[in-house]
Each structure stands twice: as C-alpha cells, then as structure tokens.
C-alpha cells in the first residue's frame, strides 16, 4: 500500500507556483488585513466620553487606567479618562462592547512592538 | 584471544529524562524513559510541570473576564475553551440562547478543530522528517486561519462566544467566501489523506508504533482522537450534543471517524479523515443557518448552581465544571483539558518501542499543557527569580487571599 511518489507531482507543481509567504518587514503588499481586525486600542471620539469607568471594570486584562483629564485633554463629566497600557491589552474588544457611548475602538494598525513600556500607553 | 563475536553483550539501562521541553512541541512537559540500548523499556509521564493557577484567578474575575481568561488557556483550540465557558455559564442562569447563535458557535469549534488537525498533520509529517509536506500542509492551513480572522477578527483568540451568545455576525459575503475556501480546503485535505496513507516516507514510520490496545485506552480512559485510533466510541459531538450539535446528528449524515488500529498511523487517520468530516459540518452549519439574532441579555448575577459543561475539542472531551453563587463571580471553576486523560496512556504506548519514535508518540496524542507542580516567582521590580516550593506557595496565596478579600 505505502509506496513513494505521492508528493513528487505536487513538489513539481510548486517549483513554478509563487511564493506563498510575504517578506513581511521589507514589503507590505499582499498581508491580509481583513475589515474588522481586532489590534491596537484607540479613543476614538473622547468628546462622547463621560469618564464613567465600566471600560475600566470590565477589562479582563487590567489594561485599561482611568487618569485625572491633563489640561490638553476633553474634560470629562468626572475628571477622569481612560488609557490603556498595551503591553498588558490582550486585544479582546469587551471595553469596545461594553463602553455605553462609543467612545472607544480597536482599530487595525496591528504594529505593536516598541522599545519600551511607556511608549506602550495609549492616550 | 577471546571472541568477541560470541560475547553476548547486555546493554545496562539507562534513564534518561526527556525535558521539561517536549521533544515535539516545544512545550513544557517531562519524562523519565528507561532505555536498553534503543529499546524504551519503561516510561514514567511527570504531569503538571508548569502551573499558571488559571482557575484561581478566574475565581476572582467576573465571568464576563472569564471568557477570555479560558480562551487563553490554550492557543490552539481557544474557541472550545471560550465557548465551552459561555456555555457552562448559560447552562448554570439557565439561559436560552437564539438559534443563530447556536449555529456560529459550533462553526467556529469546527474550524478551530480543522485548523488545529491540519495543525498536528504538519507536526507529526515534522516529528518523522517530512518537512516537505509539513510546509505545504501548514499553507493551506492559512485558508482555514484567514476564514477564522475574517469572521472574528483574530487569527488565533477569536472570544467569538459571549455569555448569552456570540459578538459577531456572519454576512453573506463571509458565508460565500467561506464555501468557496471549504472546496479548496477539501480538495487539498483529500490530497494529504492519500500523502498519509500512501506515502512510504511518513507510513513507514507510524505503521505500528505506540501501540495503544482498546482494552487499555479504555482502562486509562484516553479521550478524543487518541481513544477513537483504538476504536473506543468517545465523542461528545455525537454521545452528548450540545449547541448545534444537536439538529446536525439529527440528520444522521455524519458518523463518528473510528479506527481499530490502535497505533500512530490509526490516530492520523482519524485525524485527516475527521478533518474533511469538519468541513462538511462546517458546510451544514453555514448551509442551515437560521436568521435571528445573535444574542441574548443575561443577567450578569448568575443564581447559584452547579453545572457541567461538555464539549468536544479537538483533542477529546474537555469539562468545564461551574459552580456559581449568585454573585457575577464564579465560586468554583474547574477546567479539565483532554491531554490530561491522554497523558496516563502515554506511558504504555512508549514502552517496547525505539527511543528514535518517541517524539512521533508524544506527538501523536497531540498534546497541550496546563497543570500543575511548582512556579518560578519573578519580581518585576528588581528582576530577581526565586522557586518556591508547594507547600510554601499555599502558605503565600493563603495569605494573599486574607489580605486581598473577594471583592463583591
Ligand atoms: S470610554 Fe466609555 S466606558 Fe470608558 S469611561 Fe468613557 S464613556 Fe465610560
Ligand atoms: S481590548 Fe480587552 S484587554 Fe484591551 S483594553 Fe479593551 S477590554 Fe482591556
């Protein structure tokens, strides 16, 4: 039953088929980002935001810190905002889902590496 | 001059300790394999190397964080943790979820159970050196995973389960696209079978190696596609369907994948065969989608009750056991994987055969890690690292948790 030859035309077929990776640092063409990918965290419409903290509660990840509003900031009805720290964010969307104004999205910038921490918080 | 020749020579025994990195995956994980020269003559399994103390820290989580909490108990088959949760949860407010709902929950456990057997194909073609069909099979993996992302929006956690149903719809166009990728996906899972069954370069290596008897599969209670190689009738998909499930047995069009040959090649049958069985439920599912919504409110206080929630991962049977209070907290959550019943009948299967086969044995199981033993404690401040033993860490989390009340 067992006998070689199985895979050799296939191993023909593919010396002349194209690459099936992409070289991803060096060329970008061709990744497959589809509409609706969860990635990085971003406060989107912070004038909507009325710093009532559930994005903070429901956050599995403890990712998400509400701060006192900086002077540069919209003030909030509370004084606080939330930031999100992403070296903890495990990019579930729950904040997205539960935030009861729309105030927050992941958007699909999916280039998350940095030197260091605090350049990993969101404002 | 003596003659050598007719010296019998008796090769001592040797002990070797395979880990705490599995020799195939990569992953912590520890045996003890007596050996007599080539032959492994017994092997001790030394579960529960690494813990990460999931269960007690969902204990403290609200059950909505314990959704993502579970699904990161496993990288390859989150969705079942994921789902199986959410289900443990409706079962235990006693909630109803729509039908539609039902429908994409299952899809996703059935295209996460594609993804992670073409998964274990490409490792076990690796774990025998057949590297050419481990890279083709792992590109055309990459239709199942962008099938996965498109609808959930993450390749590998797709916490597409909430409590009360699921987060995202499925469109027509997803639908179609979907069918489309399931004709190719099915035409090169056909291909691989006959590359399996055929092939002398990977049959000659699994043809009765790791031999697993029914009667002892039985005895160590070897679950999911390890017990069905051996021809034991285990699947919660078809003995105790839940979700979907349920309408898709009633038609009688699928049957359970069995094999009575008991060793390494038995288990990859099932496997490659159960994998073009997924596409058909997959393409069932999607065929028979009921309209409606998606989701239902649940209250987040859960009454107090105790439940048993069963699913089918890829792996075999996995039990999430929820014992709720009426507060949005869990007051006892266990997770019980299936390697951890497959782990026991490890050690029978290695015995008699070649050290050189041990990786394709362990492999064959298709492992996955989570339990028990000791823990390394880095501090984050100063980055120092200290062990510490058992009974020392009880000590210390006792007294977390008398510092640290449940919030309520
Ligand atoms: S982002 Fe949304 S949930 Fe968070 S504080 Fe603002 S309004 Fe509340
Ligand atoms: S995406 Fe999830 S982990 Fe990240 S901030 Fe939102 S809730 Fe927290």
């Not at chain 2, 028990?372 to 690292?385: F, K, P, Q, S």
Request: glycine residues 6%; proline residues 5%; neutral net charge.
């Amino acid at each position: 039953m067992a006998r070689l030859g199985k895979i050799q035309p296939e191993l023909m077929k593919n010396v002349r088929s194209k690459q099936a990776t992409v070289r991803y640092p060096f060329v970008k063409a061709g990744i497959n980002v589809p509409e609706g990918l969860r990635a990085r965290w971003d406060y989107k419409m912070p004038e909507r935001c009325t710093g009532c903290k559930i994005c903070e509660r429901v956050c599995p990840a403890e990712a998400i810190e509400m701060i006192k509003c900086r002077p540069e900031d919209f003030q909030t009805k509370t004084g606080f905002r939330p930031i999100c720290h992403l070296d903890r964010c495990v990019i579930c969307g729950q904040c997205v889902e539960s935030c009861p104004r729309g105030v927050l999205t992941l958007t699909d910038s999916f280039e998350m590496a940095f030197l260091s921490r605090d350049d990993m918080i969101v404002y | 001059m003596t003659s050598a020749g007719k010296r019998i020579v008796i090769p001592p025994r040797v002990t070797i300790p395979i880990g705490p990195q599995h020799p195939a995956l990569k992953e912590p994980g520890m045996f003890k394999l007596t050996v007599e020269g080539e032959h492994i003559v017994d092997a001790v399994v030394n579960i529960g190397y690494n813990h990460r103390s999931i269960e007690k820290i969902g204990e403290n989580n609200t059950h909505l964080q314990n959704l993502y909490l579970a699904s990161r108990i496993c990288g390859i088959c989150s969705a079942t943790h994921n789902g199986n949760y959410a289900q443990a949860v409706e079962f235990a407010a006693e909630a109803e979820i729509p039908e539609r709902a039902k429908f994409i929950r299952t899809l996703i456990w059935e295209l996460d159970r594609i993804h992670s057997h073409i998964l274990w194909l490409g490792v076990a073609f690796h774990e025998v050196g057949f590297d050419t069909a481990f890279m083709l099979s792992w590109r055309d993996r990459e239709i199942v995973m962008d099938m996965l992302e498109n609808i959930s929006g993450n390749r590998i956690h797709h916490d597409m389960s909430t409590i009360g149903g699921v987060r995202r719809n499925i469109s027509d166009v997803q639908k179609e696209q979907m069918l489309r990728g399931f004709d190719k996906l099915e035409e090169r899972m056909a291909f691989y079978r006959d590359v399996a069954i055929h092939e002398k370069t990977f049959w000659n290596r699994v043809d009765g190696v790791g031999m697993l008897e029914a009667p002892i599969a039985k005895k160590t209670s070897a679950v999911g596609p390890t017990g069905r190689g051996s021809g034991l009738k285990v699947d919660v998909r078809f003995n105790d369907p839940t979700q979907a499930y349920i309408p898709m047995m009633d038609t009688g069009d699928f049957e359970m994948i069995l094999s009575d040959r008991g060793d390494v090649a038995g288990r990859a049958v099932v496997r490659v065969i159960e994998t073009i069985e997924a596409i058909n439920m997959s393409r069932w599912l999607l065929n028979n989608m009921p309209d409606g919504p998606i989701r239902e409110r649940v209250r987040p206080r859960i009454q107090p009750n105790e439940v048993l929630a069963r699913h089918e991962a890829p792996r075999g049977e996995l039990i999430h056991y929820l014992v709720t209070n009426g507060t949005n907290k869990p007051d006892r959550w266990k997770v019980r994987a299936p390697t951890y019943n497959n782990w026991t009948s490890m050690a029978h299967c290695l015995r008699g055969d070649y050290l050189a086969d041990a990786p394709i044995i362990l492999a064959a199981i298709d492992p996955c890690y989570s339990c028990t033993d000791r823990v390394v404690i880095v501090d984050g401040n100063d980055e120092t690292m200290r062990l510490v033993s058992l009974d020392n860490l009880r000590i210390e989390s006792n007294k977390w948790h008398k510092e640290h009340p449940r919030r309520e």
